[in-house]
Each structure stands twice: as structure tokens, then as C-alpha cells.
């Protein structure tokens, strides 16, 4: 006896009639070859396809709802519809070739050919599920998932590298501002112990300077000395600075340009005057900041730009 | 076993993880690119202000009309106007003398900017060299030293506010 509806649904389609109701019969005459079927295949084919209603309507036509075993249908798990969940997106795409009567019943359309499957091997031992070629695309997904694999991996170290330089680039940015406010702070409170001195101290108001700079600088304030002591004791010299502004030239994390506007009031009294005079002067100076081994700041240039044209008072 | 680990641990977990060093890396780029944004900024403004001073302390009485236009063309706002009424003033002195200035940015430096990166401040020292045609009387240095508000307007930093720091 021809299944009907199988005859007029295409053969994918049509593997589809059991919905699952053959798997609920484990017991029956159709179990063991129908999950060994490709018809296993061309029933997942028909899940996939939408083509569903077909099956629907092909067991509404020839089946009862007594012939139906009450555990069948979508949404009911045996232990063999769970199995079959796993297996495909509908989970009955294998109950529907395992629902096929073709082997012993006669349900459905003329077994095709090309869909055919060998007699059943008793010792078969593989998944029940499996088609022939399964067995071959194991080892073809093992490799996919290896490559896949590998490929996250690359992707995963390149990303992990674009990441670190990229932390590193802004940590040097990060840095450069946080410079320039750390280094104009520290020049700003440097700038009376550099540039202010008195008669009555004048060595020790050197060696302050000299604290503040680098060897360099202070190398050139141990030349200065020489010349300036002499003069401002003389003259009886008092010079303090009073800073008008500050502002960062440049910055990278290790070396600072800080630009200051000072006003600088100088009071001598010259050999020979009978009273001080007493001077006011708008400077401007550059303080070159450099960073230390010990994080701290300390002036490496000092120039005073050009100008200093006096103000008398 | 070995597949199935792979599928169920390793390649999630690589997957999060490339998602996770990819959302980190776009986050660190757009802080780069915030920051060289900002970097750009301050050098443009403080570029602004030096363009404006050599404007301002530049002129010749030959050309005292295009000189008092770029000056003005540096500027905006409180800048621009006192500029601007001054302009007369500045124009006649320069005919009347023969004057020619020539001015010269000595070093500027950034006070601050807003965090928009829209506005800042800025110290300029400039000095200019003062002659007249003829010879007479003699050249003279000048000293400036200025604080300027540097404003961007319309993509362009131009100078809003001018003042000689006492």
C-alpha cells in the first residue's frame, strides 16, 4: 500500500510524515531500519526546508489518533526524541526516516534509489543517526574546528598586541600631559629660590638654586658664583621674584619647556650712594624641566629670553 | 571528548576573548585619538596667539592698511574691537612717522584649555623692532608680554582677548 500524500510530496518533503510518531513505537517493525536510513537525512533536509505542514498533513490523513502512540509529537521527549533534539533543529527529522514504513509497510513513495541504504549491519556500533558519510566528516569537522580554533588564537594574539602598543602609545600621551602640570608647578615654585638672592646670604641662596638644578645647571651656577658674589656684595644687592605667569612651551614625560613671566624687584645700594635704589623689572624666563631618576623635577636650562627692560620706581 | 571540549570550552572562550581585546582596543584608540585631538588643539592655539602677536607688532606705513587687515583677520571678539577702534589711530601714527615694526614671537606657552578644546589661555612674549624711514631717531626695542584668550570659532582659533601682563 502507496502512502498517498507521500506519493504527492517530493521525496525530501515527504520523508518527513512521521512527526516523530514512529520513534514513539521502538518496539515496532519500522525502528531499526528507519533510523538507519539516509530517509534520516531527507528528513532533516525537509525540517530545514519549512516544509513540515507536508508531514503534518500526511499523518493527519492515514493515521488515527489511536494509531498514534501518546508520547508522539514535537514537544514530548522520549529518550529517543531527546536523542533526536540533539541531532537536528527539529529533533524529529530522524524520527520521520525512523517513522518511514518503507522497509516492511509499504507507507510512503517507491523507495528511491539513490536514497537506498545497504541492509542494516547488526554490527554496526556507530550512532544510530549516522548517514555513510558522517563517518568522514567527523574528522572534516575536527579539522574545521581546529582551524577555527587557530584562527581565534591569531586573531586573539594580534589583538592582544595591537592592544599593548596601543596602551603604551597613550600611556606615553597620558603621561606627556601629566608632565607638563607636574613640571609647571614644580618650575613656578622653583622660580624665587633660582632667580631671588641677598648679600647677607648669597652662598647659601646658590646652593638653594643649585638643589633645584641639575648638574648641569648647577655646574653653571658654581662658574656664576664666582663672578656674582663678589657683585652683589659689593652693591649690597637684594633681588626677589614674584612670578606673574607660567605656561607649559612643551611636554613629552621626561622633559618639560615652561615659559614665566616674573617681576623681579632689585634694591642696591652701589659704593659710595647714600641710599638704596630700588628697581623693578618685567622679566620672562624659560625654565627647561627635566625628569629625574628619582621622579623628580629639576631645572636643566634657564634662559631669560631676551628683554629686561627695567621700571623705575 | 577532545572535539566536543574544544567546541564547548576552547572556542568560546577564545571567541570572548578576541570580543573582549577588540572592544578593549577600539576603547583604548578612541582615548588616543581624544588625546591627539587635544594635543592638536593646544598646538593650534598656541600657534593662533604667535600668528596674532608678529600680526599686531608688524606693520609699515606703506602697507599700515593690509597689516591692520591681517591683524584683524587673527582676531575676534573683545580683541578684534579694541583692535579695530584703535585701527585709525595706529594707521595715522604709522603714516606720520614712516614707521616699520617688525615683530618677532620670542615664546608661548599654554595656561590652560577648556575641556572642550574650544577655548584657552595663553602667554606670548614677542618683541619688536621699531625704526622709522630715514634713519632718525634711533631703532628701538620693545618687549611685550602678553596674555591672550584664544577662542575657536567657525574651526579657526582666533585671539578674543588681549591684555600686557603688568
Keep these: 500500500m502507496r502512502h498517498r500524500a507521500g506519493d504527492e510530496v517530493p521525496e525530501p518533503f515527504g ?57 508522539a509529537g514535537p514537544g514530548v521527549q522520549t529518550p529517543q526524541t531527546a536523542r533526536q533534539h540533539r541531532a537536528g533543529p527539529w529533533g524529529d527529522g530522524d524520527a520521520v526516516s525512523a517513522a518511514e514504513p518503507y522497509p516492511g509497510g509499504g507507507y510512503g ?15 554496526h556500533d556507530g550512532p544510530p543517526y549516522d548517514d555513510p558519510g558522517e563517518d568522514e566528516q567527523v574528522p572534516r569537522r575536527r579539522r574545521g574546528g581546529g582551524l577555527l580554533v587557530a584562527l581565534l588564537a591569531i586573531v586573539a594574539a594580534g589583538l592582544a598586541t595591537a592592544l599593548t602598543l596601543s596602551l603604551l602609545e597613550l600611556r606615553a600621551l597620558r603621561r606627556g600631559e601629566a608632565a607638563g602640570s607636574e613640571a609647571l608647578a614644580a618650575a ?15 652662598e647659601q641662596d646658590l646652593a638653594r638654586a643649585r638643589g633645584h638644578a641639575t648638574e648641569r645647571l648647577a655646574g653653571h651656577y658654581r662658574r656664576l658664583a664666582e663672578t656674582l658674589i663678589p657683585q652683589v656684595r659689593r652693591e649690597q644687592t637684594i633681588q626677589q621674584v614674584t612670578v606673574a605667569g607660567a605656561a607649559v612651551e612643551s611636554a613629552t614625560p621626561e622633559r618639560v619647556r615652561v615659559l614665566m613671566l616674573v617681576n623681579l624687584t632689585t634694591s642696591k645700594l652701589p659704593p659710595g650712594a647714600r641710599s638704596r635704589r630700588d628697581e623693578v623689572s618685567q622679566g620672562r624666563v624659560r625654565f627647561v624641566m627635566i625628569k629625574g631618576g628619582d621622579g623628580a623635577w629639576r631645572v636643566d636650562e634657564l634662559s631669560t629670553l631676551l628683554g629686561d627692560p627695567p621700571t623705575r620706581t | 571528548m577532545e572535539s566536543r571540549l574544544r567546541r564547548l570550552v576552547v572556542m568560546p572562550a577564545l571567541a570572548g576573548l578576541v570580543v573582549a581585546l577588540a572592544a578593549g582596543l577600539v576603547w583604548i584608540r578612541t582615548d588616543i585619538a581624544e588625546a591627539r585631538t587635544a594635543q592638536e588643539e593646544r598646538e593650534a592655539a598656541l600657534r593662533a596667539a604667535g600668528v596674532h602677536a608678529v600680526s599686531r607688532l608688524s606693520l609699515h606705513h606703506r602697507t599700515v592698511d593690509d597689516d591692520i ?14 583692535l579695530a577702534a584703535e585701527a585709525a589711530k595706529l594707521k595715522q601714527a604709522a603714516i606720520d612717522t614712516r614707521a616699520i615694526q617688525t615683530g618677532v614671537v ?17 602667554l606670548v612674549v614677542a618683541d619688536a623692532l621699531l625704526r622709522w624711514e630715514g634713519g632718525r631717531p634711533a631703532p628701538q626695542d620693545r618687549y611685550y608680554r602678553w596674555r591672550m584668550r584664544v577662542s575657536k570659532v567657525g574651526g579657526a582659533w582666533l585671539v578674543s582677548k588681549a591684555e600686557q601682563v603688568s
Design chain 1, 15 to 71: 520523508s518527513g510524515g512521521g512527526e516523530g510518531f514512529g520513534i514513539a513505537d521502538p518496539g515496532g517493525p519500522w525502528h531499526g531500519g528507519g533510523t538507519r536510513r539516509t530517509g534520516g537525512v531527507r528528513g532533516r533536509h525537509g525540517a530545514r526546508s519549512g516544509r513540515r505542514p507536508y508531514a503534518r498533513e500526511e499523518a493527519q490523513d492515514h493515521l488515527s489518533a489511536a494509531d498514534l502512540p501518546p508520547v
Design chain 1, 109 to 123: 513513495p517507491a523507495p528511491d534509489p539513490a536514497y537506498d541504504d545497504p541492509e542494516p549491519d547488526p554490527d
Design chain 1, 188 to 202: 613656578r615654585t622653583y622660580a624665587f629660590d633660582m632667580l631671588s638672592y641677598d648679600h647677607r646670604h648669597i
Design chain 2, 69 to 82: 587687515r591681517r591683524a584683524l583677520s587673527t582676531s575676534t571678539g573683545e580683541a578684534r574691537s579694541e
Design chain 2, 106 to 122: 620670542r615664546a608661548a606657552g599654554l595656561v590652560s584649555m577648556n575641556a572642550e578644546l574650544t577655548s584657552a589661555d595663553v
